[in-house]
């Protein structure tokens, strides 16, 4: 099964299932009380900028362990930190990088206390144009990961891709 949270009035379709508090919604949930699922029944989740307005989003994120079968991909997409788009009103929190390294490499023990974890296997990073290409030509040094990442303005979200894991 396939599962996509947060979908909208758009939602990627592609054989997911869209789970949204809109009416619009195939499964009409509001994610901050868990996803109505079994679980280890899910074997892809994606999400495109959802999380960040979530109140609790790790809650989700423990949510998409348990529904997830070991070895299940989930994608998340947020607004970069440093975008325009990171805090406009109704945005709950800012889903950085920093935030996945703390809870993927720094302090797991923390919070995956379940049976299962989400491990970061890749971050992609989405441009801004033309920004991108102007700060490109104004640091022909960086490469142009380190241009996304580190520019403000360059890079309007960031792409997650984990794997669900057993924890230990």
Request: aromatic share 8%; glycine share 8%.
């Amino acid at each position: 099964m396939k599962i996509e949270l947060g979908g909208g009035v758009k939602p990627r379709g592609e054989g997911f299932v869209n789970y949204d508090v809109l009416p619009c919604a195939d499964v009409v949930c509001d994610l901050s009380e868990g996803i109505p699922l079994d679980d280890d029944s899910v074997d892809e989740v994606y999400s495109s900028h959802c999380l960040e307005h979530i109140p609790d989003p790790m809650a989700v994120l423990r949510e998409i362990c348990r529904v997830c079968k070991v070895g299940g991909t989930t994608e998340i997409r947020v607004p970069h930190a440093n975008s325009q788009l990171a805090m406009v009103w109704d945005h709950k929190h800012v889903f950085s990088e920093v935030a996945v390294m703390n809870f993927d490499e720094h302090f797991p023990h923390e919070f995956w206390t379940g049976p299962k974890r989400l491990k970061l296997v890749r971050t992609e990073y989405g441009c801004q144009e033309p920004l991108f290409s102007e700060a490109c030509k104004l640091f022909p040094r960086l490469s142009h990961e380190q241009v996304l990442r580190f520019i403000p303005g360059t890079c309007h979200e960031c792409h997650f891709h984990f794997v669900t894991q057993a924890n230990g």
